[in-house]
Every structure is written in C-alpha cells, then in structure tokens.
C-alpha cells in the first residue's frame, strides 16, 4: 500500500474524525546526520504538521494544513517533539506531546486550538506530574476524559520505577526490567481536568493481563508486553487498549470493561514492517474501521524517515480484530 504523504516525511499517526473529515497529528521525521541508538536521538524532530482528507480512497488527496507548533513556540521545551495526539471538548481542540525539557527529561505539553488543523498555542509548561512519551488522549461517551502514556528506553518510562514522580537516571538508555516471573513495566493513564490542560488525580497503572492465567504480562514476554505508542478505542462498550511490543515489533491490542482498566491481552493486529517502530492509531470512519501506522519503505528503510499507511481492519463475532474481513 502506498503512503498517504509523500511530500515529507510522516510517522506515529494519530487519526481522528472531526468534523467529518480524518484529521491525522503525526510526528514529522527529518534529515539528520545522528546515528541510530536505543535512546532513538535519531527522532530529532522539531514541529508538528496537521493533515485531512474526506475520504480514505487512495485518490482522494490529503491536505497539509502546515506547521502548527514548533519546538521553538514552547518554552520549556530543548528537543524532540515526538508523537503526539489531539482531543475535542469543550469547544476548543487539545494538542498533547512529549519532548525533551531543558534537563533532557521527557514531559508532556498541551497546546489549544480553535480549529482541528489549528494553529496550537502551547500552555508555557507541561502538564504536572507528567513524564514519558507517547500520550493518547480519550475522551468516553460520558464527556469523561483520559490520557494514556510511556514508552521505554529512550521514552524514559523504565526510569520511573522507584515512584510516578521519581526519575532514577540510573535506568537510562535500553534497561528494563528481566527475569523468571517479573512482571513488564506498565503505560500509564491519568484522567483529564474539566479543561482538558492537567491531570484530575494520581497517575494510574495500566494493568495488561496474560488470558490464560489472569496475572500481569511478565517482563521477559518480549512478544506481548507493552514498550510505546499506546492508544485507546471504544467499541460496542469495549474498551481497546493497543500498544507496540517495541524489539519485537507487533502491534498488540487488549480488551477491558473500564477505560482505567485491567485489560486482557488479545493479539496481534500488526507484523514487523521495515524500520525499528511501531506507532498507530484506530478510528472509525464512514462505518469501516481503520488501522494508521508508519513504515520506511518510502526512504528505503532508512530507520528515522519514515511515511504514514492506513489499512481497513476487520472485527469477528466475538469482537476481536481480525486483518481480513469475515466471512
């Protein structure tokens, strides 16, 4: 399947519909002379663009509404505007995204627009109490609001083990934790103020469980723990909870009762494509369901530029994605 942007370079889409369109917020890869490592410098991004179409046909063009906010435009942060995400309410449209601070510390900002293509005008600092990478906002059926986050590694989750608010630099770089019956680091969630701009409350766990024994992933499942890009849906009362596995490469998803939680593992609904990540999003539109994610086969796998893709996915009778229709 061919990219849906060429002009540049695209990864990490998060796809909404609003206002009857798609609008994707994706990270912006550019060219850069810094080698590939596992804190992922490479990432060495700066603005964000914003994009929509009115249809997922191929030969329907998607617009590129511009830059939207750029590493510059926010105080606080030093480098590396990494994936983001957006959410509507209350009448105004809620830019989320991870970057570096002026102590190299990932933490999360919010921008506010007017419209879903923008312009975002930053808060001056990140949300409180925020860190990692990777935030997914989710606003339920009850107006209630959540946004989920983390990401190991160069994302930082691994360094918050001794406490939510506690960074150990002694867990930088590719450590996690390993060994017989040790359970995986978790994303996090936190649910949203009434504006949309803070936490409401504790960070909280997300609690991901193995189906045939009831009990949390272990650390060493390389093949089912959580690693980034997480991401939530809403389905038949259904919450889907979906994540990359990181070094092993899939796309994961588990199914919950409850926004915050637990939720049991239910499979794969992505193989390895070219190139080191994983990141995605889900949405309903025009009543098909739609898979957005990146590969590199646009730049012949060149690890750090990277192009957006959509496929249509697929639900069986009991609710589980499936890639191919059902009979």
Known sequence: MPPLITHLYTADPSAHVFEGKVYIYPSHDRETDIQFNDNGDQYDMEDYHVFSTESLDPLTPVVDHGVVLHAKDVPWVSKQLWAPDAAFKNGKYYLYFPARDKEGIFRIGVAVGDKPEGPFTPDPDPIKGSYSIDPASFVDDDG????????????QLQ??????????????????????????????????????????????????????????????????????????????????????????????????????????????????????????SIVEFQEKWYLFHHDCELSGGVDHLRSVKVKEIFYDKDGKIVTEKPE
């Not at 360094?159 to 002694?170: I, R």
């Not at 997480?230 to 909870?241: D, E, I, N, P």
């Not at 919950?256 to 390895?272: A, C, D, K, V």
């Open 159 to 280: 360094c918050y083990q001794g406490g939510h608010d506690v960074f150990d630099p002694s867990w930088s770089g590719p450590k996690e934790p390993s060994g017989a019956g040790v359970h995986a680091l978790t994303p996090r969630v936190a649910k949203l103020t009434g504006d949309m701009r803070q936490f409401d409350g504790e960070v909280q766990e997300v609690v991901i469980l193995a189906p045939e024994t009831g009990e949390k992933i272990l650390a060493d499942d390389h093949d089912r723990r959580f690693f980034e890009a997480a991401w939530m849906h809403k389905r038949g009362g259904v919450y889907y909870f979906s994540y990359s596995t990181g070094d092993t490469h899939y796309l994961c998803y588990a199914t919950g009762t409850s926004p915050l939680g637990p939720f049991t593992y239910g499979g794969r609904i992505l193989e390895p494509v070219l190139g080191w990540t994983t990141h995605h």
């Open 144 to 155: 209630n609001a959540y946004i989920y986050f983390g990401g190991l590694w160069g994302g």
